[in-house]
């Protein structure tokens, strides 16, 4: 048994926190029964409604993708190009993408069905580290990149203090390698980041989230989490 808005939040209906909402506001069924009671605990068994519409109460299942390139982070796209989920064919959960990584971006994105574990990693309070590796166009020494240990402003937004290491530079090409340490998930913020200091990135992958790397994936594959490894990620965003 388990409650109520943890289970439509588990079918990625809305956060655990809409559920209780969607409760309150009488939206909720449950065998047919309107339930407005927060603490009311339901079975696998039991027929739970949202706005009349039944929800399924699957098994909560954690991949992780490594993205390639020229991928929408969704599970659909109005414009027919390639989405993640295109990748998990013969999964029979309805699964879709914790965040999102860029049309040009690759590397690791997690997807899942359960909407209440989504929802915690999203949220900009819960500091899970990303750590993402550019390739820029310019020369990248420590006192350009120093700013981005202080936050710099984007969008009339200051962002939070990032970790940055230089892996290498190409004067003859003009480019260096960028490694880049970031716990919030702003639109494009890698990106505007580096462009606030000078340095316009060229390519992107995002190599590590919280402590998963891509060890054992070429693009386009996945494997699912283990339960440390969830475990892992519930703890780091408590």
Do not use: C, W
């Not at 809409?18 to 065998?31: D, H």
């Not at 009349?52 to 969704?74: C, D, T």
């Amino acid at each position: 048994m388990e409650r109520l808005q943890k289970v439509i939040a588990h079918a990625g209906i809305a956060s655990r926190r809409k559920a209780e909402s969607l409760i309150t506001e009488g939206r909720v069924k449950v065998n047919g029964e309107v339930v407005t009671e927060l603490g009311t605990k339901v079975s696998k068994k039991e027929r739970i409604e949202v706005d009349g519409v039944p929800i399924y109460q699957e098994e909560p299942v954690y991949y992780l993708f490594y993205k390639p390139r020229g991928v929408i982070s969704a599970v659909s796209d109005d414009k027919n190009r390639k989405v993640v989920t295109d990748y998990f064919m013969g999964i029979p959960e309805r699964i879709y993408p914790v965040g999102r990584l860029d049309y040009d971006t690759s590397g690791i994105l997690l997807l899942t069905n359960d909407g209440d574990f989504s929802q915690r990693l999203s949220h900009p309070k819960h500091q899970v580290d990303k750590v993402y590796v550019a390739k820029v166009k310019g020369f990248a020494d420590n006192k350009t990149l120093y700013p981005l240990a202080k936050g710099v402003m984007i969008e009339g937004r200051k962002t939070a203090p990032a970790r940055f290491e230089i892996l290498s530079t190409d004067r003859k090409a003009g480019t260096s390698i960028v490694e880049l340490t970031i716990h919030e998930g702003r639109n494009h913020q890698v990106k505007n980041m580096l462009a606030a200091v000078g340095l316009p990135v060229q390519k992107l992958k995002r190599e590590r989230y919280g402590d998963l790397t891509l060890k054992g994936l070429r693009p386009g594959e996945f494997r699912r989490l283990n339960a440390k490894e969830i475990n892992g990620l519930r703890n780091s965003s408590q």
